[in-house]
Each structure stands twice: as C-alpha cells, then as structure tokens.
C-alpha cells in the first residue's frame, strides 16, 4: 500500500517561504517521477511542480518558475517543494503525487498519469 503524506504546510505572510515535505512509503521511490499539485477554494486542480525519478529533470508551472523549487531525496523517500517570494494567489491546499513508472514525457504536468496522490496540506498566503 503506497502512502504519501505531506507536511509544512501553514499559514504565512505575503512575500514569505514555506517548505513542503511529502514523505512516500513505496518500495522502489528512486524510480518514481514525483510532483506537486494544487487546488485553491472554487478552483480545479493545477500542476504547480514534476521532478524525474533521479531528480535530474523538473518542471514548473509559468505561475511559479523562479519562485518554487522541487528536490527529492531518495534516501529518505522524501520530496520537497520550497516556495519563496509567496502571493497570497499561491493560497491553496498543496498535494504531491506519485507517478509508478519513471518515463519523463510532456505529461507531466497531467494528473492523469499520476497514480497515488497524498491528503493534502493548506498553504494560505496573507496579503
């Protein structure tokens, strides 16, 4: 049974940083292409952020290049997304996604290709 569970979510001022862990149990992390979603209230869930399984390759959404930052650790199944110069626009509940194999395609900004997803952590960015 895959588990992700994310962490460091929280409530911050405008132009503040935050950094989220998302701690996965699954026997083989090292071959698994990770990312980060969001939803903000009244709004589907958006790509924010992909890293390969190596960690080599990312991908960011354009509303958060050069602001947010994914990283894993393999060693300790984690993968972490710091978000800086935060907009109160960024206010959502953060998840991250595990994807079974390690292919980086086009689609990885696409949910669908995403097969275990964690419970989420609120993010909310005071102005």
């Known amino acids: 049974q895959v588990q992700l569970v994310e962490s460091g979510g929280g409530l911050v001022q405008a132009g503040g940083s935050l950094r989220l862990s998302c701690a996965a149990s699954?026997?083989?992390?090292?071959?698994?292409?990770m990312a980060w979603f969001r939803q903000a209230p009244g709004k589907e869930r958006e790509f924010v952020a992909a890293?390969?399984?190596?960690?080599?390759?990312?991908n960011y959404a354009d509303s958060v290049k050069g602001r947010f930052f994914i990283s894993r650790d393999n060693a300790r199944n984690t993968v972490y997304l710091q978000m800086n110069t935060l907009k109160p626009e960024d206010t959502a509940v953060y998840f991250c996604?595990?994807?079974?194999?390690?292919?980086?395609?086009?689609?990885?900004?696409?949910?669908?290709?995403?097969?275990?997803w964690g419970q989420g952590t609120q993010v909310t960015v005071a102005s």
């Open positions: 699954v026997r083989a992390f090292s071959t698994n292409v």
């Open positions: 890293i390969s399984s190596g960690g080599s390759r990312t």
């Open positions: 996604a595990l994807d079974q194999t390690s292919l980086w395609r086009s689609s990885v900004a696409s949910q669908q290709r995403y097969d275990y």
